[in-house]
């Protein structure tokens, strides 16, 4: 069944840093490309009027996005401005009649979620909500009864296909395409199994630490920052089954079962770091356990992957800045088995550069039979003007196309796996800033022939 587009947009928060740094560059693309043609209503609280507003938006677009004058004003007459306070009922009124004609507007709150249980009222009295749909930032929640409880509060006046939960990372293009490639290329599917395949690890690793976020970071860590949802939409995109079709419902249903397939973490397969010097950083509790880096073991109880461990990874103050996943074969039996020095490989690499990689073993030099790990590497060209994540799950849920938004199911799911272990009392490991980590990660969760550290080089 086609989507109804969206008529018009109203976005709360539009004085924030997020929509400084993303959301107004992103909007103004969409216009600019002709996928964004209506109104876009910026709501926030304090001493703003619309001129204030269109002032910090072509700033923000001057510095992190693509200005340029014709496409810019069609942007700036688009834009309007709504203020007020959230909790007053004349604001929510002045957005109704600002919408104007609009019957299918979509509501963007990019503001934190303990604002959502009273906007969500005041968009159903006020009208509205009204064949309108909601998009959320996360955090969704920061357990599983918080997770829960802010699905109530949206289902409560939206229906679960009005929702559109996002997590940036979804939009990433080479996040997507470890589905693509694992789906449209058939050497891959007999050997994507547990006979083949001996491990996959993924390895997030920021060379920077917390950079003044110490208040919000101090609460959440590196597990519900980055973990609990970036890395788990990965290990999914890396492990589900094949949807029966390509709509976002079979899609989102694949990657559900996974998450269900996992049990929840236990103390032996996880340990958690904190870099040297974090306990200073402003706002940061002086005592704080709060962890900067985390390495996990999961398991999967399905028949494709059964005794199948994945390790994750992820930190800030680790020696480079890279998003990178590495697939290991297992060696399979033969007279040339002694002589496989190491495992083959396929290493996706997401980020700072785009890479697909395959390890094969060759001949050495020299006249014994003994052999070499060589990489066929691909880098994928980035298309000119290639939408940032941002702009996709704009567009897309402009459109009304909820693939790339997590679904209320699989934000649960992911919660049960870690909600117990966080609410734990275990150990934080200190680590130099500078390294891979604790030394006990390379004690305790390491797999078979150490972790892949990823290598960029830096220009």
């Known amino acids: 069944m086609a989507q109804v587009k969206s008529d018009a947009l109203v976005f709360y928060g539009a004085t924030g840093d997020l929509a400084y740094k993303k959301i107004f560059p992103a909007l103004h693309l ?6 964004l043609n209506s109104p876009i209503i910026g709501v926030a609280r304090g001493d703003y009027d619309l001129e204030k507003l269109r002032a910090r938006a072509k700033e923000s677009v001057q510095k992190y996005g693509q200005y340029d004058e014709e496409s810019f004003a069609k942007f700036y007459s688009l834009l309007g401005f709504v203020g007020g306070d959230y909790t007053d009922t004349q604001t929510f009124i ?45 955090p ?19 229906s679960e296909s009005a929702i559109y939960r996002i997590d940036h990372y979804l939009g990433k293009r080479p996040v997507n395409n470890i589905v693509f490639f694992r789906f449209v290329n058939s050497l891959l599917e007999p050997v994507w199994n547990k006979t083949h395949i001996e491990s996959m690890e993924i390895t997030m690793a920021e060379d920077f630490g917390i950079q003044s976020r110490g208040a919000f970071y101090d609460v959440t860590g590196a597990i519900r920052d980055v973990i609990q949802n970036h890395l788990f939409q990965i290990l999914c995109n890396l492990t589900m089954e094949p949807p029966k079709a390509l709509d976002s419902e079979s899609i989102r249903d694949e990657k559900v079962k996974v998450l269900k397939a996992i049990a929840p973490l236990k103390a032996q397969d996880v340990v958690k770091g904190q870099y040297k010097g974090y306990l200073g950083e402003k706002a940061v509790q002086p005592n704080s356990k709060t962890e900067t880096f985390a390495a996990m073991r999961l398991h999967i109880d399905s028949p494709r992957w059964e005794g199948v461990p994945f390790y994750i990874r992820a930190g800030k103050y680790l020696p480079v800045t890279c998003t990178e996943i590495l697939v290991k074969f297992k060696h399979l039996p033969s007279a040339y088995s002694s002589i496989a020095s190491q495992p083959n490989h396929i290493r996706f690499r997401i980020s700072p550069d785009v890479t697909v990689a395959f390890g094969m073993l060759i001949m050495a030099q ?46 649960e799911e992911a919660w049960k796996i ?6 734990s009392d275990y150990p934080v490991f200190e680590y130099e800033p500078g390294n891979w980590g604790p030394d006990q990660v390379n004690e305790l969760i390491v797999p078979t022939g150490g972790w892949n550290n990823p290598v960029v080089n830096k220009k």
């Open 30 to 35: 969409m216009v600019k490309r002709g996928n």
């Open 94 to 138: 002045r957005i109704r009649e600002a919408l104007g004609n609009a019957k299918n507007p979509t509501h963007y709150l990019a503001i934190p979620p303990v604002l959502f249980p009273k906007i969500v009222e005041q968009l159903d009295l006020s009208g509205c909500a009204k064949g309108a749909r909601v998009i959320v930032e996360k």
């Open 366 to 411: 020299g006249e014994d039979m003994s052999s070499v790990l060589s990489e066929i590497q691909g880098n994928p060209t980035p298309f000119p003007n290639e939408k940032d994540a941002y702009e996709r799950v704009l567009t897309d849920a402009m459109a009304g196309d909820p693939t790339h938004f997590a679904r209320q199911d699989y934000v």
């Open 140 to 158: 969704f929640g920061t357990d599983f009864e918080s997770a829960s409880a802010l699905n109530k509060v949206l289902l409560s006046k939206f």
């Open 418 to 423: 870690v909600d117990d272990y966080l609410k």
